[in-house]
C-alpha cells in the first residue's frame, strides 16, 4: 500500500501530458502490419465509427491527415493521433514516387473538348480531369454556360459518365442541358438522367454536399467523372461580411478546396468551379476586377480562367494559371449548340 501511493506521488510530478504521452508509446500495436483503420492503436470499434463519420475510413486517410483534424473527429487525445498517424504511415508505402510512374498517373487524364478549337487549344487539349479549373469573371461572361456545356459533354466520349452539380445560385437549367445535348446529337434524357444536380443553401450545405460526394462513388457506385460547383464563392461572399470575419471564412474555402482537390486526385475528376470578381475601386491600370476567395482559391485550382465580354456579343477567356501551359486567350460565342470560335 506504502509502495503504491509513493509511486502516484512519483508519478503526479510529471504532468498529464507527459504520462499521457508513456501510455501512449507503450499501447501494442496490434499485432502484424495494419491493414484497416481498426488495426491502428487506441481505435475501437466506437472510435472507428466516429472516424468513418467523418470520412477517415482508410489508412491513406489517416497517414494524410492533420493531427487537429483527426482529434477533432475521433475525439481521441493528440499523443493518440499522432501514434495513429504515424501507425498508418509506417503501414503504408509513403514514400516518393518516380517520374516514370507519376507520368503513368498523368496517362489516366482525360480531356472535355468544349467545341471551341480556341479553349481547347488553350487548354492544351480540353478541360482536364483530376483537376481544378476555375473560372472567374464578371455577370453574363459565360461561367454557368460552360459548366453546363461541360456537364454534358462529359458524356460525349463515356455515356456512363455521372456530373455532380452543385447548384448554389438556382441557375441550373435543364431545358438548357437538353439544347446542348442536342447540340452534340446526345439523347438529352439520358444526359439528364446522369447530372445529379444539389441545390446549396448555404455555405455550410455547400461544403457537405462535397464531401458527400463520396460516398455516391464509394456506396452508389457512380462513376462520377464531373464535378460542379457554381457558384463556388457566393455563399461564402453572402455569409462572411466585414473584415473581421475574412479568416474564417477563407478557413472554411480552404477545406471546402481541399476536399473538391482530394476527390479530383483520387478519382481522377473533372472538378469546374465558378468564381464571381469584385470591383477593385482603388485600381487605375489594368483590369479594375479580382477573383473573389483570394489566394486560397487561387492556389488551390490547377488551372484559372479569367472571362470577360468582348466585341459584338463575344467572350474572351485568359488562362492565367496553368502548371504546364503558357497564359494565352480564346476568342469564343455562346450559341444554341454550345461554345463556337468567334
Ligand atoms: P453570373 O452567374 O451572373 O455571374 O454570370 P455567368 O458568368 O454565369 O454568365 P452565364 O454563363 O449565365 O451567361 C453568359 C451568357 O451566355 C449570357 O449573357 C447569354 O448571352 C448567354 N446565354 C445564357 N443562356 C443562354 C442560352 O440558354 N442560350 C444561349 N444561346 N445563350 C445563352
Ligand atoms: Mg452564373
Redesign the pocket.
Known amino acids: 500500500m506504502k509502495k503504491n501511493q509513493v509511486v502516484m506521488e512519483d508519478i503526479e510530478l510529471e504532468n498529464g501530458e507527459d504520462i499521457e504521452k508513456d501510455v501512449v508509446e507503450m499501447m501494442p500495436t496490434k499485432g502484424k502490419k495494419p491493414s484497416t483503420i481498426t488495426d491502428l492503436p487506441g481505435v475501437g470499434a466506437a472510435t472507428a465509427e466516429k472516424l468513418a463519420a467523418a470520412g477517415f475510413d482508410n489508412l491513406m486517410s489517416i497517414a494524410v491527415s492533420s493531427l487537429g483534424q483527426l482529434v477533432e473527429a475521433s475525439g481521441v487525445s493528440e499523443a493518440v493521433a499522432r501514434k495513429m498517424i504515424q501507425t498508418a504511415r509506417d503501414a503504408l508505402d509513403m514514400g516518393f514516387e518516380s517520374g516514370e510512374e507519376v507520368l503513368k498517373r498523368r496517362e489516366r487524364v482525360q480531356k472535355i473538348k468544349t467545341g471551341s478549337k480556341a479553349i481547347d487549344a488553350m487548354l492544351g487539349g480540353g478541360f482536364e480531369t483530376g483537376a481544378i479549373t476555375e473560372c472567374f469573371?464578371?455577370?453574363?461572361?459565360?461561367?454557368?454556360?460552360?459548366g453546363h456545356l461541360l456537364a454534358t459533354r462529359a458524356q460525349l466520349d463515356d455515356p456512363e459518365a455521372i456530373v455532380v452539380y452543385i447548384d448554389t445560385?438556382n441557375?441550373f437549367r435543364p431545358e438548357?442541358i437538353r439544347?446542348l445535348a442536342e447540340g452534340v446529337k446526345l439523347d438529352p434524357e439520358k444526359v439528364l438522367r446522369n447530372i445529379q444536380v444539389a441545390k446549396a443553401y448555404n455555405s455550410d450545405h455547400q461544403m457537405l454536399l462535397a464531401e458527400k460526394i463520396e460516398e455516391l462513388i464509394k456506396k452508389q457506385n457512380m462513376k462520377v467523372r464531373v464535378i460542379i460547383v457554381d457558384?463556388l464563392t457566393a455563399h461564402f461572399r453572402a455569409e462572411f461580411i466585414g473584415r473581421g470575419t475574412l479568416a474564417d471564412r477563407q478557413q472554411k474555402i480552404n477545406k471546402h478546396m481541399h476536399s473538391l482537390m482530394k476527390l479530383a486526385d483520387t478519382y481522377n475528376i473533372l472538378v469546374y468551379v465558378?468564381n464571381?470578381v469584385m470591383a477593385k475601386p482603388d485600381m487605375f491600370f489594368g483590369d479594375p476586377t479580382q477573383a473573389i476567395g483570394g489566394h486560397i482559391v487561387a492556389h488551390a485550382s490547377t488551372f484559372r480562367i479569367y472571362?470577360r465580354k468582348g466585341k459584338k456579343?463575344s467572350r474572351v477567356a485568359k488562362l492565367i494559371d496553368s502548371p504546364n501551359l503558357p497564359e494565352s486567350e480564346a476568342c469564343f460565342m455562346?450559341?444554341?449548340e454550345g461554345l463556337i470560335d468567334f
Do not use: H, N, W
Not at 137 to 146: A, M, N, Y
Open positions: 469573371g464578371e455577370f453574363g461572361s459565360g461561367k454557368t454556360q460552360i445560385e441557375t438548357r439544347e457558384s465558378t464571381q472571362l456579343g455562346v450559341t444554341k
